[in-house]
């Protein structure tokens, strides 16, 4: 299993990035898929997550509507759009897919670095 994630950057607050994760090695089409974000000194966190056939999103509360997250089965590729970004969004952001409560893959990617500053 393999995640590669990119599209972050440095940003100004009130900014947008478009985050993207390829992912391969396993049945993309089959697992729910989320974005998380560790900003340093603190846990990861679960910031966004899209069902199997995109039927359902769902958002930690720091992020709604500001953040939307959409999947493309046929590219086995995840994305978070991200809108008026914070100071407080600043974190590595990270992909994984979970099907009946297991990860997808417990080696994580490297994660893209989301800056966000003035």
């Known amino acids: 299993v393999q995640l590669a994630e990119s599209g972050g950057g440095l940003v100004q607050p009130g900014g947008s990035l478009r985050l993207s994760c390829a992912a391969s090695g396993f049945t993309f089409s089959r697992y729910d898929m989320s974005w998380y974000r560790q900003a340093p000194g603190k846990d990861r966190e679960l910031v966004a997550t899209i069902t199997r056939s995109s039927g359902s999103t769902n958002y930690v509360d720091s992020v709604k509507g500001r953040f939307t997250i959409s999947r493309d089965n046929g590219k086995n590729t995840v994305y978070l759009q991200m809108n008026s970004l914070k100071a407080e969004d600043t974190a590595v952001y990270y992909c994984?897919?979970?099907?009946?409560?297991?990860?997808?893959?417990?080696?994580w990617g490297q994660g893209t670095q989301v800056t966000v500053s003035s």
């Open positions: 994984n897919g979970r099907r009946f409560g297991v990860l997808a893959t417990t080696s």
